[in-house]
């Protein structure tokens, strides 16, 4: 069987040279029992290769199973896998068979094979290099004759290199590599896969064909699809079905093409380390220590400033923008903590007169100036403070102890004996 016949067995359309090269990959290595590793990226069709080697090969009337790997939780895995004794694990109510033991004899597709948590790796390279395998929750070894290919779209090397795949188990399933080319790397299949989509969702959904212009023809061949093969499959069903116009130029093509210049969260932080570290908790910590720093440098040259210079406008007019800043930073917590005791919240930055600025820059006038200034210092007496809320509280309920107690926050037997304490009557 050549290329030409699998292509038409398992309506593989496209001519490209790179995918002529994976069908003959295929066909060569179906025969075998050697393990083979798909890979490429998502939606471009790395699924029905391991059909066509099952297909073609001594095992083609022998079970064939296909497993997500990726869409069964870490947990239950090694169960799926393997099977589990009754009572293994809570609501094991009854002995189970893993795939393993259901496709003895026949082929076992493992996609998304890089999303195996390392301990079923373990498992998975004993199964390879042996063909035994235990249960969960049991001890007796089983055999099996299973042969495996396994698919994945990440770096595989790389995956190694970090530590999150097992590099025996890599070359285990990479014996033989089989590489399924980007929709993007066969720009020549593009507009063959389109027809063939279109004719199909016609008969479908019996609406009339569908024709491109030459330039809805070269924006489908100059588009990025990153979703490969599958993108474009339902790109062309959107058209069938929606489209009125049964002829589309470019400008339609473009409202059912996502547009490649937007981006999407989370970024990735690249990095020119040869490590190539993750971006951590610790980098983060380091940028809020860099912006304090930067935050006490701003603050001590604004005090300098008023010792070296003494208080003016121009002063706060320099480093308004920073004063504003801090002003919008503490704004919030001067509310908070007015509101709890019925003050209103002011911040207001009074500009001294050129007097005062004059007494500040003679030496000779400031011991003068701050002894008047302690005169007029406000208490910081904690029994001032808290008498003088007390009496806001009862003026501002008007003599209501009640009300007043419940605005301070406090029992009204606790206010009877603190206004008895402070001599309130």
Not at 110 to 124: F, I, K, M, N, Y
Not at 234 to 247: D, F, G, P, S, W
Not at 313 to 335: A, G, H
Not at 377 to 384: A, F, I, K, P, T
Request: hydrophobic share 35%; net charge neutral.
């Amino acid at each position: 069987m050549d290329n030409q016949d699998i292509k038409n067995r398992f309506g593989i359309i496209g001519n490209s040279p790179l995918l002529n090269r994976a069908i003959d990959i295929a066909r060569q290595v179906a025969p075998t029992d050697i393990s083979v590793l798909i890979q490429g990226e998502s939606g471009s069709g790395k699924e029905v290769f391991s059909h066509i080697i099952h297909q073609l090969s001594s095992r083609k009337h022998g079970p064939f199973i296909a497993v997500n790997c990726g869409a069964i939780p870490e947990g239950t895995i090694d169960s799926e896998l393997f099977g589990h004794e009754k009572g293994s694990f809570t609501g094991a109510h009854e002995a189970r068979k893993g795939y393993f033991e259901v496709v003895d004899g026949g082929t076992i597709f493992l996609d998304e094979v890089g999303e195996l948590p390392l301990g079923t790796q373990a498992r998975l390279l004993r199964v390879l290099e042996s063909g035994e395998y235990i249960r969960v929750g049991s001890s007796k070894v089983q055999k099996t004759n299973v042969r495996v290919v396994a698919a994945t779209n990440v770096n595989m090397f790389e995956a190694v290199q970090k530590g999150k795949f097992r590099e025996d188990l890599y070359y285990r399933l990479n014996t033989v590599p089989l590489r399924v080319p980007s929709l993007r790397e066969r720009p020549e299949d593009i507009n063959l896969l389109f027809r063939k989509f279109i004719v199909d969702f016609s008969e479908k959904y019996r609406s009339p064909g569908v024709q491109l212009t030459e330039d809805a023809q070269n924006m489908l061949r100059n588009y990025n699809w990153p979703g490969n093969v599958r993108q474009l499959k339902n790109v062309a069903e959107q058209i069938a079905v929606l489209e009125k116009e049964r002829v589309v130029d470019a400008h339609t093509l473009q409202n059912y093409l996502p547009n490649e210049s937007r981006t999407s969260l989370p970024a990735i932080v690249s990095s020119n380390n040869s490590a190539k570290e993750d971006f951590s908790e610790r980098d983060l910590l380091y940028k809020v220590l860099f912006d304090m720093k930067k935050d006490m440098v701003d603050l001590k040259k604004l005090v300098v400033e008023l010792i070296q210079k003494g208080v003016d406008s121009s002063t706060f007019d320099q480093n308004s923008p920073y004063i504003n800043q801090l002003y919008q930073e503490i704004e919030p917590q001067i509310k908070s903590d007015a509101e709890g005791y019925g003050i209103a919240p002011t911040l207001t930055i009074h500009s001294p007169n050129n007097n005062t600025a004059n007494v500040l820059k003679n030496p000779a006038a400031q011991d003068e100036y701050l002894q008047d200034a302690q005169e007029v210092e406000e208490s910081l007496s904690l029994v001032d403070k808290e008498s003088d809320l007390i009496k806001k509280a009862l003026k501002k309920h008007r003599g209501k102890r009640k009300a007043a107690a419940q605005e301070l926050g406090i029992s009204e037997r606790t206010l009877y004996r603190k206004i008895k304490d402070l001599n309130l009557d």
